[in-house]
T-cell receptor, first 112, second 111 residues
């Protein structure tokens, strides 16, 4: 099955700096790569996703890049704010209706 | 829509007792996933259903765990008998296409 590796496990940045979280996947057939944000006491929530036919996608301060050849994808958060502090999970999936395989998560702390 | 609704939010039970976790899907969604979250193992898939049919239950730890979908909008996850190592946060999620919507989770503590 699909194996998703995520790093770093913890990341601390100062407010206004950029944060980058990286993930690798094992199954070259995977075609959908979402990123979820989990705040304390809540369930994960989708913040951005990318499909295998696209190399980059942006949504305001967040962006995701995908390198299919290397089988890795990254989350970029610019101009970080304290409210960005949370645990972020990457995931990969092969086909609609199958279950997401999640990375172990990155705990991001943005200090004022 | 109120989103995926899980109950209870918190459950404390004694070892050996039966525990039932409940999940109401978002209306119109046809896939249902149960995940378990711990510090050590992260988000683990336990089982998922598509159109009320269990598709993959390979993540269910052992026979003490069972899950059902009695109808298209509701699911239960039962642990009998419960053990301290089952302590975790259990999430259900539903989807119609690729995006999975998660509930708020049930924090289970087995003492």
């Amino acid at each position: 099955g699909e194996n998703v590796e995520q790093h770093p496990s913890t990341l601390s940045v100062q407010e206004g700096d950029s944060a980058v979280i990286k993930c690798t996947y094992s199954d070259s057939a995977s075609n959908y790569f979402p990123w979820y944000k989990q705040e304390l006491g809540k369930g994960p929530q989708l913040i951005i996703d990318i499909r295998s036919n696209v190399g980059e996608k942006k949504d305001q301060r967040i962006a995701v890049t995908l390198n299919k050849t290397a089988k890795h994808f990254s989350l970029h958060i610019t101009e970080t704010q304290p409210e960005d502090s949370a645990v972020y999970f990457c995931a990969a999936i092969f086909i609609t209706g199958y279950a997401l395989n999640f990375g172990k998560g990155t705990s991001l702390l943005v200090t004022p | 829509d109120a989103g995926v609704i899980q109950s209870p939010r918190h459950e404390v039970t004694e070892m050996g007792q039966e525990v039932t976790l409940r999940c109401k899907l978002i209306s119109g969604h046809n896939s249902l996933f149960w995940y378990r979250q711990t510090m050590m193992r992260g988000l683990e898939l336990l089982i998922y259903f598509n159109n009320n049919v269990p598709i993959d239950d390979s993540g269910m730890p052992e026979d003490r765990f069972s899950a059902k979908m009695p109808n298209a909008s509701f699911s239960t996850l039962k642990i009998q008998p419960s053990e301290p190592r089952d302590s975790a946060v259990y999430f259900c999620a539903s989807s119609y296409t690729d995006e999975a919507f998660f509930g708020q989770g049930t924090r289970l503590t087995v003492v």
